[in-house]
T-cell receptor, first 113, second 109 residues
Framework: DTAVSQTPKYLVTQMGNDKSIKCEQN?????MYWYKQDSKKFLKIMFSYNNKELIINETVPNRFSPKSPDKAHLNLHINSLELGDSAVYFC????????????FGEGSRLTVL | GQNIDQPTEMTATEGAIVQINCTYQTSGFNGLFWYQQHAGEAPTFLSY??LDGLEEKGRFSSFLSRSKGYSYLLLKELQMKDSASYLC??????????WGAGTKLIIKP
């Protein structure tokens, strides 16, 4: 059983399109995250959700919108894709905001042409 | 601002020992993590330090000095599969994780 799973693993699309990435965790964790890792391999936090409530919203463009239907799922929707959005997006979860290490999904590699 | 520094790249020989350093300046401290990330894969958890001292886990050990804002990850008996990036991350006073840019470790036969 995969602890944190995200789909799709690869996504190639044109500028201006809208796309979504789904994430699910079966660890019973309270906190989920979206990270962006660019070509320089730097992990940048985008969003954190604790028990379905947004608790950190870093300065990302409002074209990015997280949606959490329940605490086991955190999806990422991206509108009007731009070239600079090309990156690997990682979903992760932790026991809660204050405790425990992060468990990462396999990543979704987004390429915008 | 908050900052984590670690070397960009290190090279070591199979069977040897390597120490990867991490220094941090953060708003408060609630623990330090080390993660391993192989190329094209997700980061995986290696170790966690919240008190000063050494934590040992098999071939890997991690050390923390809170007064110096310093940690290191020690890898012994290096194997080719240890070639990866090693990420240092600190949980600050707001429980936000601050990440370093990672150290790419190259193991040579």
């Amino acid at each position: 059983d995969t602890a944190v799973s995200q789909t799709p693993k690869y996504l190639v699309t044109q500028m201006g399109n809208d796309k979504s990435i789904k994430c699910e965790q079966n660890l019973g964790h309270d906190t989920m995250y979206w990270y962006k890792q660019d070509s320089k391999k730097f992990l940048k936090i985008m969003f954190s959700y604790n028990n379905k409530e947004l608790i950190i919203n870093e300065t990302v463009p409002n074209r990015f919108s997280p949606k959490s239907p329940d605490k086991a799922h955190l999806n990422l929707h991206i509108n009007s894709l731009e070239l600079g959005d090309s990156a690997v997006y990682f979903c992760a979860s932790s026991q809660d905001l204050e405790v425990g290490e992060l468990f990462f999904g396999e990543g979704s590699r987004l390429t915008v042409l | 601002g908050q900052n984590i520094d670690q070397p960009t790249e290190m090279t070591a020989t199979e069977g040897a020992i390597v120490q990867i350093n991490c220094t941090y300046q953060t708003s408060g401290f609630n623990g330090l993590f080390w993660y391993q990330q192989h190329a094209g894969e997700a980061p995986t958890f290696l170790s966690y330090n919240v008190l000063d001292g050494l934590e040992e886990k098999g071939r890997f050990s991690s050390f923390l000095s809170r007064s110096k804002g310093y940690s290191y990850l020690l890898l012994k008996e290096l194997q080719m599969k240890d070639s990866a990036s090693y990420l240092c991350a600190v949980r600050d006073s707001n429980y936000q994780l601050i990440w370093g840019a990672g150290t790419k470790l190259i193991i040579k036969p």
